[in-house]
């Protein structure tokens, strides 16, 4: 049962020490006195992130896995728990403005049509960051392996609805809004389904929309309301993101691209990664001696993943996808088959059921 207009914020931390308190204290002034509980989900965090949670005054359901099953995961575990008409997904490293909260609840309340609403957000400067996007395509996909997003950032072609360094003054229809904070209806999710625990880390929201516009829904970015966002977190300096960016945008393209779309993209990944080992070569050069050092041993260290990596999902990944085509996977459905389920906080037991209240 699903009190009118409780707005249920799933948050999830690992390793969050440092930015779990500043998003809670933003979280009343969000709400504007909306009726809201708040539960953290703690990924088997190391440090002192559990503890912080539970220091706290205000009702907090602190919900700790055993181990790092992964963003997606985390989500469905608090979800699960949850019990409120409206819910917001949100990362640990956010602080809200006021209202922030309050203006995604009346935006997908004015239209049924909206899969999930999301907020402008800012980087530590105030400057607008890349939150309202077109799903991934295979230019998009091109344009950032090679770099020239970074090397030009107002580009047309660049992964948007809108150019980053113009903030939009009225709500933008897009495919996606970033997943570091979005909020729906319950109603939405259930029709939905949870997230794709598959994804360990990346594409879970843009597999999530995916399956959101096969129902004729999109998503909505509100510009009224505003959250800063300290980009990377407790995931920051970590040697596996490039590992568990790729395994992401491989599965995508696995589950909702055709076969030729996907080797292209295993293609035009490769040469990215080699045009990254010539600018990191190429940066040696120009640095001092410690700091050459220093970036020698993280360069050859991500190169040597990087490549390992690739050489063997080169095999494991069309052999996978082959077989999936013969599947009846290949729907666009939401298939526990494929090693998207939800599961409960203890991250042993599956839960076959809606994310229901």
């Not at 922030?100 to 530590?124: F, H, K, R, T």
């Not at 091109?142 to 090397?151: G, V, Y």
């Not at 395994?247 to 292209?264: C, D, E, V």
């Not at 490769?270 to 040696?284: F, K, N």
Request: with cysteine; glycine share 8%; net charge positive.
């Amino acid at each position: 049962m699903c009190p009118d207009r409780l707005l249920s914020i799933v948050v999830v931390t690992h390793d969050s020490a440092d930015h779990i308190d500043a998003l809670l204290d933003s979280l009343p002034r969000a709400c504007c006195g909306l009726a809201k509980e708040v539960l953290v989900v703690d990924s088997a965090s190391r440090d002192d992130t559990a503890a912080r949670v539970r220091r706290r005054r205000e009702p907090i359901r602190l919900i700790q896995l055993k181990r790092n099953l992964g963003y997606a995961a985390a989500l469905n575990a608090g979800t699960l728990q949850s019990r409120g008409s409206h819910l917001a997904w949100s990362n640990a490293d956010l602080v809200l403005q006021d209202g922030c909260l309050l203006e995604l609840v009346n935006a997908v309340d004015q239209d049924e049509q909206i899969s999930a609403a999301g907020p402008m957000l800012l980087d530590g400067a105030g400057r607008c960051l890349n939150s309202a996007r077109r799903f991934p395509g295979l230019l998009d996909e091109f344009l950032e392996s090679f770099l020239i997003h970074r090397l030009w950032p107002g580009n047309p072609w660049r992964q948007s609805a809108h150019r980053p360094d113009r903030a939009p003054i009225s709500k933008v229809s897009c495919d996606q809004v970033t997943g570091a904070l979005m909020v729906l209806r319950r109603t939405v999710a259930n029709e939905i389904g949870p997230l794709d625990e598959g994804y360990f880390l990346y594409q879970e929201e843009t597999d999530w929309f995916f399956r959101a516009a096969a129902t004729g829904r999109q998503a909505r970015q509100v510009p009224a309301s505003r959250a800063i966002h300290f980009q990377g977190g407790s995931s920051l300096g970590n040697p596996e993101l490039l590992s568990w960016s790729l395994s992401s945008r491989f599965r995508f393209a696995r589950r909702h691209q055709s076969p030729l779309g996907a080797i292209l993209l295993w293609l035009i990944r490769r040469g990215g990664c080699l045009i990254r080992r010539v600018c990191w070569t190429g940066r040696q050069l120009l640095e001092s001696d410690r700091d050459r050092g220093r970036l020698r041993d993280r360069a050859l260290h991500r190169n040597y993943r990087t490549r390992l990596w690739l050489d063997c999902w080169a095999m494991r990944f069309l052999s996978r996808w082959l077989r999936s085509v013969m599947s009846a996977g290949k729907d666009g459905n939401f298939h526990p088959s494929s090693g998207s389920k939800c599961v409960s906080q203890d991250g042993k037991q599956p839960l076959n059921r809606p994310l229901t209240g």
